[in-house]
Every structure is written in structure tokens, then in C-alpha cells.
T-cell receptor, first 114, second 114 residues
Framework: SQTIHQWPATLVQPVGSPLSLECTVE??????LYWYRQAAGRGLQLLFY??????ISSEVPQNLSASRPQDRQFILSSKKLLLSDSGFYLC?????????????FGPGTRLTVT | DQQVKQNSPSLSVQEGRISILNCDYT??????FLWYKKYPAEGPTFLIS?????DKNEDGRFTVFLNKSAKHLSLHIVPSQPGDSAVYFC?????????????FGTGTRLKVLA
């Protein structure tokens, strides 16, 4: 069965510091991968999605970037964090075959920028 | 531009009664619709989905209805249980050149009262 991992679970970082959040998927190959952010009291905002290695699409201009160095690894980064980057970050995957529709989420990372 | 809208931020229902959560969308090209349940500090978990070519899908206590002409879908939970208390997100899938993007609403917080 498929499993999606995210780490760390929680992170407190000062403004201006770098960020690296990691997501890995097991039990599937060539998944579509996604990064979402849920700000306090808000819905899920799609940040990035990827259909393959080094193929990243950005949904909103922002202070973040994403990379996919391996098929089942997705990394969210920032060179200098802003206060507004605080939120709950979620990684998700979906299949690419016919008849596969659902998207599955990892446990999330709570980021607090101080 | 919010393509998927959940206009009710919260809903309270007595245990044993029906819960009806609503969702509206604007993009007629969405081909699949999904409902997720989310507890605090956890990733959303998939509940039920419906293809755009259907108008109803049922799974146990959960039924999703789709009205394409009104661009409206709803999730019915019968009977509601205290464990159903969570935030519910509706999502719509757009397919572009074989890439799936999932657009989420802002969520409805359901509280089932014992």
C-alpha cells in the first residue's frame, strides 16, 4: 500500500532563516506530487505541483520554491522566511493511471515563523 | 478568484440527524469532485468522490450529490455521529494535458452535538 511521509512535524524558525521541508512517497511510482498550505482559519492553497522529476509548476508567486530531485521525493524550500510563511504545510500525491482519482495527504508540518 | 466555494464556515447538527454540507464551483471543466475530512494538525483524509458524469454516489452513511447545471455539490451524512465532528473540504479536479490539479474550498467546520 502507498504511504506518504512528511518531516519535520513541527518547526519554529526565525524570520530570515532558510527552510527545507521534505516529503516522500512509498508504494507507488511516478506519482503527481503537490504542496499545499493551510493558513490559520483558511482553506487549502495549492502552492506547487509536479508531474515528474525536475518538473515543477508554481501556482502562486511567493517566497517559496519546490524541487523534485527523485521520483518520490518532493522538497519545499525558502532562502529567507517571512512571518506570512507561517502555516500548516501539506504534501499530497495522486496517481496518474486511468481510474485513479483520489489525492492522498501526508500528516503535515506546522511551521511557525517568529 | 475562488473556483470552489464553501459558503458556510460552520454547521452544528444533533447526533442522529442529517448533516448537509454544500459546495459551489465555477469551472465547468472540473471532471471529478471529492470530499475530505480533516482533524486539527492532521492531513485531510479522503471520504467520497463523484465523477462529473454522475449525479449521486453513496458509501455507507455518506452520500454526495452533484447538480452540474447549478454547479453545486453536497455531502449528506446520515445519521450524524459525534466522531464526524471535523472540518470538511470539498475539492474539484481539473485535468490539463494529463496533469491533475485539485482545487479546494475553504472548508466547513461540522460539529455534531451528543
Amino acid at each position: 500500500s502507498q504511504t506518504i511521509h512528511q518531516w519535520p512535524a513541527t518547526l519554529v524558525q526565525p524570520v530570515g532563516s532558510p527552510l527545507s521541508l521534505e516529503c516522500t512517497v512509498e508504494g507507488t511510482s511516478n506519482p503527481n506530487l503537490y504542496w499545499y498550505r493551510q493558513a490559520a482559519g483558511r482553506g487549502l492553497q495549492l502552492l506547487f505541483y509536479s508531474i515528474g522529476i525536475d518538473q515543477i509548476s508554481s501556482e502562486v508567486p511567493q517566497n517559496l520554491s519546490a524541487s523534485r530531485p527523485q521520483d518520490r521525493q518532493f522538497i519545499l524550500s525558502s532562502k529567507k522566511l517571512l512571518l506570512s510563511d507561517s502555516g500548516f504545510y501539506l504534501c499530497a500525491w495522486s496517481g496518474t493511471g486511468t481510474g485513479i482519482y483520489e489525492q492522498y495527504f501526508g500528516p503535515g508540518t506546522r511551521l511557525t515563523v517568529t | 478568484d475562488q473556483q470552489v466555494k464553501q459558503n458556510s464556515p460552520s454547521l452544528s447538527v444533533q447526533e442522529g440527524r442529517i448533516s448537509i454540507l454544500n459546495c459551489d464551483y465555477t469551472n465547468s471543466m472540473f471532471d471529478y469532485f471529492l470530499w475530505y475530512k480533516k482533524y486539527p494538525a492532521e492531513g485531510p483524509t479522503f471520504l467520497i468522490s463523484i465523477s462529473s458524469i454522475k449525479d449521486k454516489n453513496e458509501d455507507g452513511r455518506f452520500t454526495v450529490f452533484l447538480n452540474k447545471s447549478a454547479k453545486h455539490l453536497s455531502l449528506h451524512i446520515v445519521p450524524s455521529q459525534p466522531g464526524d465532528s471535523a472540518v470538511y473540504f470539498c475539492a474539484a479536479r481539473a485535468t490539463t494535458s494529463g496533469t491533475y490539479k485539485y482545487i479546494f474550498g475553504t472548508g466547513t467546520r461540522l460539529k455534531v452535538l451528543a
